[in-house]
């Protein structure tokens, strides 16, 4: 099929290469011409294991295209996906107005029938907004049907994500935009689940909701842990071990942060209020989130004493790991934190360092070249984002080259009996 790709970040250009991979022919399309440039010369803007080859192979192929120009991507695609930023306001709203934006020029480029799929993350009713501007908008008077299609990808695995999805979710309203989409989809064999418009807009708030209270009710018991002596990485064993449960995102730690969790539930407490039904559990679930940093770092100061004037390194920046996503993550809050306390911070992250650079807010950092290289004369090391590379860490090296073997996990990513074996004093979260 021929498919337009409207946004091309970190869910269109995955959501473009893999298209491309089953056999459809996609032009992805971005209006930050610097990113469009790069593809074009063959380059990727982004980190996402596995993407360049797939980019690279596609493009050889001539089924994947980079353009500006939505006009031009309208023509091309049967099946139009919208995946723009939908960022969050101060307030906790959402700002739709890139969708409004690209609802608009769709609209003014339309000439005949298509399928205009949000994939970006909106709130409940959005969809009947982007049909109502593009019916304003469009002067042709040309059919399309909007249909909602919320995209599950994880940052770090999005291409096996988008691959062999768990599930795909359509939600529409009509019989013909449905079978394009089944079209679409054929190819990844994957469950389909058709809904209305709303309740798959929905989906995506409350997933990512539910997934965020995991985290956060984990964090809580590892609390409790902590004030009892107990280890929540058994707790959370023993409580993972029910079917009815599962072990996934019950990993305690400094909480979630990313481009998603922290504005998807905040979002999604401001659609529950706007609504007249307000979800107060998720007003908890952000409480504990934010709290877990806090409690955190007094076991570093109650371990340090003052900050200021020490040499601290900290190790990963990113959200998470395998990706160089810096946006919201709580390794770059913990960062600015210890800049601010006065502490001389050393800072090393295998693909997050660039966009760290960019951002700027870690001026007064030292950004290292490898772990060792940033834990070289440490008072402390605090693990902030749980990278394979730190886990495979020569410990000895490590002890050897820091100024006192004082270790923070807060990701628990290494086994305290070995930490301790191999003469640090080790600290995690919840045990
Ligand atoms: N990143 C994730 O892990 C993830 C997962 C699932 C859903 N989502 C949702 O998908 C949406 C996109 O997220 P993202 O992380 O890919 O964002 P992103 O910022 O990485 O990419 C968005 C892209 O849209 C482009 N853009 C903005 N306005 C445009 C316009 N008028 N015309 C053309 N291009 C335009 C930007 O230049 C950018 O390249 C959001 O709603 C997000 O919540 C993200």
Known sequence: MKLCIIGSGYVGLVTGACFAEVGHHVICVDNNQKKIDMLLAGQIPIYEPGLEELVTRNVAAKRLMFTTSIEEGVAH?????????????????????????????????????????????VPVKTGEKVAETIRR??????????????????????????????????????DRAVSLMKKVYEPFMAPILVTDINSAELIKHAANSFLALKISYINAVAAICEASGADVEKVADGIGMDRRIGRNFLNAGLGYGGSCFPKDIAAFISISRQLGVPFTLLEEVERINASALEH??????????????????????AFKPDTDDIRCSVAMDLVVQLLKEGAYVSVYDPKGMEKAKELGTLKKATFAASPLEAAQDAEALIIATEWEEFANVDLAALKKTMHTPLLFDGRNLLHPDIAREAGFTYVSVGR
């Open 296 to 317: 955190f770092l007094v076991k570093v100061r109650e371990a340090l004493w003052v900050l200021r004037d020490k040499k601290i390194a900290v190790w990963g920046l």
């Open 137 to 174: 908008y469009n002067k042709t008077g040309c059919e399309f049907d909007v249909v909602s299609n919320p995209e599950f990808l994880r940052e770090g695995c999005a291409v096996p994500d988008l691959m062999k999805p768990d599930r795909i979710v359509i939600g529409s309203n009509n």
């Open 77 to 121: 695609g049967e099946v139009v996906f919208i995946a723009v930023p939908t960022p969050p306001q101060a307030d906790g709203s959402v700002d739709l107005s890139y969708i409004e934006a690209v609802a608009r020029e769709i609209a003014g480029v339309l000439k005949e029938y298509r399928v205009i799929v949000d994939k970006s993350t």
